[in-house]
Nanobody
Framework: QVQLVESGGGLVQTGDSLRLSCTAASRRTFSDYPMAWFRQAPGKDREFLATIHGIHWGTYYAPSVKGRFTISRDNTRNTVYLQMSSLQHDDTAVYYC??????????????????WGQGTLVTVSS
């Protein structure tokens, strides 16, 4: 079992930056597993944003956020981050941290996920 707790959401203005954090609690070795961020805007499906591999730390981004969002991890703190910049109103959503039971999984969508956090709300005021 893995518990994921996100933090860092809030109300920001267009053009602002914000960093989200997600801390994992479990018996497994955090550094071995890929982590990812998703979001769900009101009335829309959940959307994959970014992933960082556990073993080789490779990253992959959805085209919608590539160049504006950066995913990183601190294995000493069992924490993954999402640095967001140039935020727009369309970025308003609940942001979720997620992970898998597979060390080698390449996360690209909901079907790859085994554990979800509870989400943190980001509201971008235009």
């Amino acid at each position: 079992q893995v518990q994921l707790v996100e933090s860092g959401g809030g109300l920001v203005q267009t053009g602002d930056s914000l960093r989200l954090s997600c801390t994992a609690a479990s018996r497994r070795t955090f550094s071995d597993y890929p982590m990812a961020w998703f979001r769900q805007a009101p009335g829309k499906d959940r959307e994959f944003l970014a992933t960082i591999h556990g073993i080789h730390w490779g990253t992959y981004y959805a085209p919608s956020v590539k160049g504006r969002f950066t995913i990183s991890r601190d294995n000493t703190r069992n924490t993954v981050y999402l640095q967001m910049s140039s935020l727009q109103h369309d970025d308003t959503a609940v942001y979720y941290c997620a992970t898998t039971v597979s060390k080698i999984s390449d996360i690209r969508g909901d079907c790859d996920i085994d554990y979800w956090g509870q989400g943190t709300l980001v509201t971008v005021s235009s």
